[in-house]
């Protein structure tokens, strides 16, 4: 049975494509858009289960679109996606208040069970970033 709405924010239309493919088999309506306006009034306006952001999204008042979103709308399910595997960046939208984060360069693997997880109200950190995590531990 498919659940209710996601909305995707990335300013990058070939991911935006790719994520709604891995993701309209699980949702209803898959929403997209495309920039932080677009991102914020389509959120106030749908009220979507689940939104999907790319970390990278220009950003006018907040640290990261994850603080923003959080702050804007506090009940909402959140998942990162992201080229970034800094721990700060990924420690920065978990405190932020969101419920995954999935690199863009696994989320062929990792967005669908990203999403199962935080659906139910657990968290959901990609395999990868722990692995990154300790290895730059390891060598720093």
Known sequence: MKQGKVLLADNHQNMLAGVRNLLEDIFETVFMVADEVSLMEAAEKLKPDLIVAD??????????????LKKAFPA?????????????????????????????????????????????????ISPLIEQTIVKTDKTA
């Open 76 to 124: 909402i399910r959140l998942i990162i996606l992201s080229v970034h595997d800094e721990r700060t960046a990924i420690n920065e939208c978990i405190e932020a208040g969101a419920m995954g984060y999935v690199f863009k360069r696994t989320a062929v693997n990792d967005l669908v069970p990203a999403v199962n997880a935080v659906m139910k109200g657990s968290m959901y």
């Open 55 to 68: 970390l990278s999204l220009p950003v006018t008042k907040e640290i990261n679109i994850a603080r923003r």
